[in-house]
């Protein structure tokens, strides 16, 4: 049953998650996330990422649940889509800014 429900979520365009208030999607991830575009824009943010670039989001609205859904999303994009590399970045970006909240 859980191979099940893992396989539909995959299958399934999820809802984007929720932003600091008044902020567009394009502000979060230029402003608080900085995950830049492409596969290597996450992958150059991911060097800067540490306790003190994580309270900066803190303090920028950022929340534990809101970096768990966005990690969410971006794992459902690439398993919808397993060439989706941004995606997988993306994914590997937040489990550390997760890691350091």
């Known amino acids: 049953m859980l191979l099940r429900c893992v396989y539909l979520l995959g299958k399934i365009k999820l809802s984007r ?3 600091p208030l008044g902020m567009t999607q394009s502000q979060f991830g230029k402003e608080v996330i900085g995950w830049g575009s492409r596969p290597q824009g996450a992958l150059d943010r ?8 994580v309270g900066t989001m803190k303090q920028q609205g950022l929340t534990k649940e809101m970096a768990t859904e966005w990690r969410d999303f971006y794992s459902n994009e690439f398993a919808r889509n397993s060439n989706n590399q941004t995606a997988a970045n993306r994914v590997v970006l937040m489990n550390k800014i997760l890691d350091n909240f």
């Open 17 to 19: 998650p929720g932003r």
């Open 46 to 53: 991911l060097k800067q990422i540490n306790p003190t670039s």
